[in-house]
């Protein structure tokens, strides 16, 4: 049988599954975090596009700097050639890095944009969350409200067969200390036999609603597999092509 979550004893232990009621939450938590991932990454590639704008730029000054300090004749002759290959291979690379910077942020950091703003769409009133976690969420309630159903079901006939179990215990210990009582009336003796009857048909009715609820929750199990597995592949698509 595939884990409850929800409505598991509360003492239970062991790590949650995706398959457990209203576990899907930590799954829908990938689609924000999809978004907040492509806005981190627009920022880390603005801030690299800095880095190299700035490091061309320094680069040309400090070769327009040398090559004018060249013209004013200090160096000439043999000279100034490596003077001027290095200003020149400085220039050289100053370009390169702009290349980078442009190649960042005029198609790297554009096409991530973009991506983002066809995948996540925000909703236009406070606290504009993403639709797309709302539907997914909305998506995965519906595949599993008759699964939570039939799995609440399951959990209280459960609780009810148990108990009736306990009562039925119960009555029949009352019955022997009443047999072996001899300041006991038969009266009192009738009474608790009858109190005990009551509880053995308590206890055979609460057995099979358990099992009853046990079959249809069997029986819910493969639509209820099919319809998150759905939900999850598209959830899937999502977020592999981030």
Partial sequence: MIGNG???????????????CREYHRTVKRVDAAN?????L??????????????????????????SFLDSGLEYGSGSFPWKGLCKEAEA?????QGVRNVLIDEIQIGVKQWQKEHFHKSSLPPHTVKETKQFEQDFEIAQKQWSKRLKKVHTTKKEYYQACKTERSSQVQV????????GTAEQLKKIQEKLVKAEKDVERTRNAYKMALTELD???ARYVEEMTKCLIGHRILNENV
Avoid at 36 to 40: D, M, R, V
Avoid at 176 to 183: G, I, M, R
């Fill in 219 to 221: 029986t819910e199990s």
């Fill in 6 to 20: 929800e409505y598991e004893d509360q003492n239970s232990s062991g790590a949650s599954s995706f398959w457990d």
């Fill in 176 to 183: 022997q200390n009443a047999k072996s009582d001899p300041s």
């Fill in 36 to 40: 907040k991932l492509c806005s981190e």
């Fill in 42 to 67: 627009c920022l880390m590639i603005h801030e690299r596009a800095e880095l190299e704008k700035a490091y061309s730029s320094n680069l040309k000054k400090w070769s327009s700097r040398w090559l």
């Fill in 93 to 97: 690379i100053s370009n390169i890095h």
